[in-house]
């Protein structure tokens, strides 16, 4: 869908405006659930930095890559954000790389290196490989504000937590998309563009990252960040069948890899956690 739209919409006017309809519609639900929306003053802060990450780092970065990366490869690369996050968590959470996390991150990184091996093979700057590598810089950039967010806000509303960090952000783009990209009044009135942007916005934007939250505060960074990893491998499949996506070898192996890094990783974790509970039983 957000494929689709960046065929339709102005990619930066695109953006600021799902942002800010995500924002706006989670605002409303916070008043009516009778909570409170402004954040205080002491929270203004970080609640920027937070924003800067997730607006400007992960979405705008991502959007602008999608225009010259397919949809399914696009995804592959922007969710090797659980390599960052085990290496990030290990530093600023103290949940510490063990060895099969280790080596989880070495088949994501071999697997990041089949994918885009035949750009680095014939290396030259062309808007493809940038795309690229923007798109695991806006995965770096996910992996950042999850940590961040459990580091500073575990505790706090996480649906006030998500109304600022995409209202903020999601307003500077804005200002600045209206002054170098064109609004035509026929493209955002279009009954079938104006519906793809509402379920972006609300479904896929605003709630889902509400959630994404609250996920990230109850559970360890790494398992939550796994388990999401089904979604590279649903794009490359629906990419394929709707947008005619080629699914190449070095792709197909590419997310096979990091897939089986990261899936061995949270296997381990299991398994750790069942000794841990087992070893603390009474005999």
């Given at each position: 869908m957000v494929k689709h739209s960046l065929q339709v919409f102005p990619p930066f006017l695109f953006i600021s405006t799902r942002l800010i309809l995500a924002a706006l519609t989670l605002m409303l639900v916070q008043r009516v659930m009778k909570k409170s929306v402004m954040p205080q003053r002491h929270e203004w802060p970080r609640l920027m930095i937070l924003s800067a990450m997730v607006c400007l780092g992960f979405?705008?970065?991502?959007?602008?890559?999608?225009?010259?990366?397919?949809?399914?490869?696009?995804?592959?690369?922007?969710?090797?954000?659980?390599?960052?996050?085990?290496?990030?968590?290990?530093?600023?959470?103290?949940?510490?790389?063990?060895?099969?996390?280790?080596?989880?991150?070495?088949?994501?990184?071999?697997?990041?290196?089949?994918?885009?091996?035949?750009?680095?093979?014939?290396?030259?700057?062309?808007?493809?490989?940038?795309?690229?590598?923007?798109?695991?810089?806006?995965?770096?950039?996910?992996?950042?504000?999850?940590?961040?967010?459990?580091?500073?806000?575990?505790?706090?509303d996480k649906i006030k937590l998500t109304i600022w960090q995409l209202l903020l952000g999601g307003v500077v783009v804005f200002i600045g998309a209206l002054s170098f990209e064109p609004v035509d009044a026929k493209v955002w009135l279009n009954p079938l563009n104006e519906s793809l942007l509402i379920y972006i916005a609300i479904i896929g934007t605003g709630f889902a990252f509400a959630l994404w939250n609250w996920i990230v505060s109850q559970v360890d960074t790494f398992v939550a960040s796994i388990s999401i990893m089904c979604i590279p491998i649903l794009s490359l499949l629906f990419g394929a069948l709707i947008w005619h996506e080629a699914l190449t070898l070095n792709i197909v192996i590419g997310a096979a890899f990091i897939c089986m890094g990261i899936v061995m990783s949270a296997l381990t974790l299991t398994h750790q956690k069942t000794s841990m509970q087992y070893s603390r039983c009474p005999k």
């Amino acid at each position: 869908m957000v494929k689709h739209s960046l065929q339709v919409f102005p990619p930066f006017l695109f953006i600021s405006t799902r942002l800010i309809l995500a924002a706006l519609t989670l605002m409303l639900v916070q008043r009516v659930m009778k909570k409170s929306v402004m954040p205080q003053r002491h929270e203004w802060p970080r609640l920027m930095i937070l924003s800067a990450m997730v607006c400007l780092g992960f979405y705008t970065t991502q959007t602008f890559a999608m225009q010259f990366v397919d949809s399914g490869l696009s995804a592959v690369l922007v969710f090797t954000m659980p390599i960052f996050i085990g290496v990030l968590a290990h530093y600023f959470l103290n949940e510490y790389l063990t060895r099969q996390k280790i080596f989880g991150l070495i088949l994501g990184t071999l697997g990041l290196i089949a994918i885009l091996w035949p750009q680095l093979h014939h290396l030259g700057l062309n808007l493809s490989l940038v795309g690229q590598i923007m798109l695991i810089g806006s995965g770096l950039f996910w992996a950042m504000s999850t940590v961040y967010i459990k580091k500073y806000f575990a505790t706090y509303d996480k649906i006030k937590l998500t109304i600022w960090q995409l209202l903020l952000g999601g307003v500077v783009v804005f200002i600045g998309a209206l002054s170098f990209e064109p609004v035509d009044a026929k493209v955002w009135l279009n009954p079938l563009n104006e519906s793809l942007l509402i379920y972006i916005a609300i479904i896929g934007t605003g709630f889902a990252f509400a959630l994404w939250n609250w996920i990230v505060s109850q559970v360890d960074t790494f398992v939550a960040s796994i388990s999401i990893m089904c979604i590279p491998i649903l794009s490359l499949l629906f990419g394929a069948l709707i947008w005619h996506e080629a699914l190449t070898l070095n792709i197909v192996i590419g997310a096979a890899f990091i897939c089986m890094g990261i899936v061995m990783s949270a296997l381990t974790l299991t398994h750790q956690k069942t000794s841990m509970q087992y070893s603390r039983c009474p005999k």
